[in-house]
C-alpha cells in the first residue's frame, strides 16, 4: 500500500515560517491536498491539488509538491495556525484514500 | 451554507453492529461522493470508504472490507455507514464528508464509537 510519511511535530515562533514535509514514493505524479484540524474540532481543506486554497483559506499558507516530497508551507506563523496537519493523496493502483501519519505545530 | 450532521455513535459491545447516519442541510447530497473517516483517540485520520453520488459504485480500506458498507438515500438527503462484528480497535470519532475530485471538502463535527464490554 502507499505510504505517506510526515514528522510528528514541529515547533515554530510566530511570525516565523513552517515547512511542512510529506514524502511518498513519486509523489509528485499524485495530487496532494492538505487538511488542518485544529484542537477538538473536525479536519478543514486548507490545500487541494498541490497549491490550489479554498476560499477563505488564507494566502500565508500555501502548497508545493515535487520529487518525492509536498510541503505545506505557513507563512508568518501565528497562534491560531497551531493545529494537527494531514496531508492525503488518491492511491489508484489500489484505489485508496491514503493520509499522511500528521503533524502536530506548536506556536511558541 | 453546507453543514453535514453525523448521528448514531455510542457504545456498543464487542461482536455486535451499528449504523451510523450522516444527514446534510443546505446542500444536495446526491449531487457528490461521499466519504467516511474516521479518527481514533489521539491517533490520526484513517479513510474508511466512499460512495459515488448514485451509490452504484463503493471503495474501502482494504483493513475493513467485509464489516463496514457505505449506503446513501438520496431521497432523504442522509449518508448511512453499517459497521458489523465491531472490534476495541474500532472505537474513534467517525466523520462524514463530501467528496470532490480526490479530496474531502466539507466535513461533519463526527460522532464517538466506543467498543467496550
Known amino acids: 500500500s502507499y505510504l505517506l510519511t510526515q514528522p510528528p511535530s514541529m515547533s515554530v515562533a510566530p511570525g516565523q515560517t513552517a515547512r511542512i514535509p510529506c514524502e511518498g514514493h513519486d509523489i509528485e505524479a499524485k495530487s496532494v491536498h492538505w487538511y488542518q484540524q485544529r484542537p477538538g474540532q473536525a479536519p478543514v481543506l486548507v490545500v487541494f491539488d498541490d497549491s490550489d486554497r479554498p476560499s477563505g483559506i488564507p494566502e500565508r499558507l500555501s502548497g508545493s509538491n515535487s520529487g518525492n516530497t509536498a510541503t505545506l508551507t505557513i507563512s508568518r506563523v501565528e497562534a491560531g495556525d497551531e493545529a494537527d496537519y494531514y496531508c492525503?493523496?488518491?492511491?489508484?493502483?489500489?484505489?485508496?484514500?491514503?493520509f499522511g501519519t500528521g503533524t502536530q505545530v506548536a506556536v511558541l | 451554507q453546507v453543514q453535514l450532521v453525523e448521528s448514531g455513535g455510542g457504545v456498543v459491545q464487542p461482536g455486535r453492529s451499528l449504523r451510523l447516519s450522516c444527514a446534510a442541510s443546505?446542500?444536495?447530497?446526491?449531487?457528490?461522493?461521499l466519504h467516511w473517516v474516521r479518527q481514533a483517540p489521539g491517533k490520526g485520520l484513517e479513510w474508511v470508504g466512499v460512495?459515488?453520488?448514485?451509490?452504484?459504485?463503493?471503495h474501502y480500506a482494504e483493513a475493513l472490507k467485509g464489516r463496514f458498507t457505505i449506503s446513501r438515500d438520496n431521497s432523504e438527503n442522509t449518508l448511512f455507514l453499517q459497521m458489523n462484528g465491531l472490534r476495541a480497535e474500532d472505537t474513534a470519532v467517525y466523520y462524514c464528508?463530501?467528496?470532490?475530485?480526490?479530496?474531502?471538502?466539507?466535513w461533519g463535527q463526527g460522532t464517538l464509537v466506543t467498543v467496550s464490554p
Open positions: 460512495i459515488s453520488s448514485d451509490g452504484d459504485s463503493h
Open positions: 492525503q493523496v488518491w492511491d489508484d493502483t489500489t484505489e485508496q484514500y491514503v
Open positions: 464528508a463530501i467528496a470532490r475530485d480526490s479530496y474531502a471538502y466539507v
Open positions: 443546505g446542500f444536495i447530497l446526491g449531487t457528490s461522493g
